[in-house]
C-alpha cells in the first residue's frame, strides 16, 4: 500500500477493558499519545494544517478537511475489508469553551515575551506625556 510501517509496543495507559484492547499512538495529535511517544521514542508526524485540512504527510487525503478525510478514510478502509465492526461509544473530543468547535492539538512552537522591560519605557513614556492613553480613566 505504499503507507508507513507502524510500530507495536505495551503501555499502562491503554484501557485493556475498552474495545479490543488496542489504541492507535499519535504523538503529534493528543496529549496523551504525546507521552507515550516520549517514553517510547515514537516520531511526532503532524499531518494536520493550522486551518485543520491534512497536509502532505497524509498522502491522497493532503488538502482535505479532518471532517471530510475522516468520512472518507473510514469509507475506504470498509470497500478494502479492513473494517470488522462497528460499535457506538462516547468519544471525549475537546472542544472549545466560546464556540464549541472540536480542538486539534498540534505540536507547534512556543515563545514567550518577558514584558517588564516593555513595559517600564511605555509608563514613563505616559508620565511624561509623550504618550497619551484614551479614555484618560485608563491611564492609571
Known sequence: SGGRSIPIIADEYVD??????ALKITPG????DY????RF???????????GSLNAKAG???GLDR?????RLWADMEADGLV????PYKNRVPRSQRGGEVVEPLISAQWFVSMKPLA?????AVDTGELKIIPERFTK
Open 60 to 62: 491522497e487525503y493532503a
Open 16 to 21: 485493556m477493558d475498552f474495545g479490543t484492547g
Open 35 to 38: 507521552e507515550i511517544g516520549k
Open 120 to 124: 517600564a519605557p511605555a509608563l514613563a
Open 84 to 87: 470488522l465492526k462497528k460499535d
Open 41 to 51: 521514542g515514537l516520531p511526532i508526524i503532524n499531518i494536520m494544517n493550522k486551518d
Open 67 to 71: 471532517f471530510e478525510v475522516r468520512k
Open 29 to 32: 495529535h493528543d496529549v496523551n
